[in-house]
């Protein structure tokens, strides 16, 4: 039997659960967003609806480096964007209050974009430079009593599960505020939902946290060295034959972080 009949059943039920999901989800917190920012509960309504896009979708999820996070501290978050399904994974395993910094489209999407306006994300239009900048300048803001924003330094998914080449944005925004650059990569998001793909697998997504990088004292002149100390911290976690398919990937995952 071919592999997109196989799993057709979990497509549709996934289908139908963000049908179904999106919606109920997504109300209450653009209800909510015309007195107040959603703050803790759009939080919980985001990992609450990854929650169930993910069982939908048959995943399972992995956290490695988490000892690395300082509580409470704020991060310019840089995860590797390898599909659709790593934005589940940083909904459900990353520890820590963040924002989007998102392409201003997405808030077209009906329900979706509405809760992403909802919940802080900041938007932006990359086809305008002087609107971007503004738009970072936005997200500056957002970096206060244990806020982080997250920004993919790629900008768009990977064809081929490399690292794309980085924009500035998040490494900008990382030295006009001292804030540290927290890298993330993901290895099986890839393989399992490919870019521009509607069919995908159930598998095992693994996250890993690097090493903070400071950016304290930093200036605009360190930002192409700075994006450099990143892509190989983040390059140095990507592991491109990871089999998100293996059925006894959690149990090797699991000693090797003891």
């Known amino acids: 039997m071919p592999l997109y009949l196989r799993y057709l059943p979990r497509l549709i039920l996934t289908v139908l659960t963000l049908i179904v999901v999106t919606p109920i989800l997504a109300f ?9 920012p959603a703050e803790k509960f759009g939080v919980w ?5 990854a929650l169930a ?7 399972t999820f992995s956290l490695h480096g988490a000892e690395r996070v300082v509580p409470g501290a704020s991060y310019i978050i840089t995860p590797s964007h390898q599909g659709n399904a790593d934005t589940l994974a940083m909904l459900r395993m ?7 910094v998102i392409k201003k489209e997405l808030l077209k999407v009906p329900f979706f974009g509405g809760a992403l ?21 936005e997200a500056s803001e957002q970096l206060k009593n244990g806020w982080s924003v997250l920004i993919y330094p790629e900008g768009t998914r990977t064809p081929d599960g490399h690292l ?3 924009k500035k944005g998040a490494f900008m925004l990382a030295v006009q505020t001292g804030v540290p650059i927290l890298p993330v990569t993901q290895n099986g998001a890839f393989k399992v939902l490919p870019k521009k793909r509607i069919w995908f697998r159930p598998g095992h997504i693994a996250v890993t946290i690097g090493e903070p990088i400071s950016t304290e004292g930093l200036t605009e002149a360190d930002v192409p060295e700075l994006m450099e100390k990143t892509r190989q911290e983040m390059s140095r976690h990507l592991d491109l034959d990871f089999d998100p398919f293996d059925p006894g990937i959690n149990a090797r995952l699991k000693e090797q972080t003891q």
Do not use: C
């Open 53 to 59: 896009v993910s069982k939908a979708m048959g995943l």
């Open 94 to 100: 990353l520890p820590m209050r963040y924002r989007w």
């Open 45 to 49: 309504i985001a990992r609450t609806w």
């Open 164 to 166: 794309l080449p980085f």
């Open 28 to 36: 209450p917190v653009m209800v909510l967003h015309f007195w107040r």
């Open 117 to 137: 306006g909802g919940i802080g994300s900041v938007a932006i239009d990359r086809s305008n430079r002087e609107q971007s900048v503004k738009s970072i300048q």
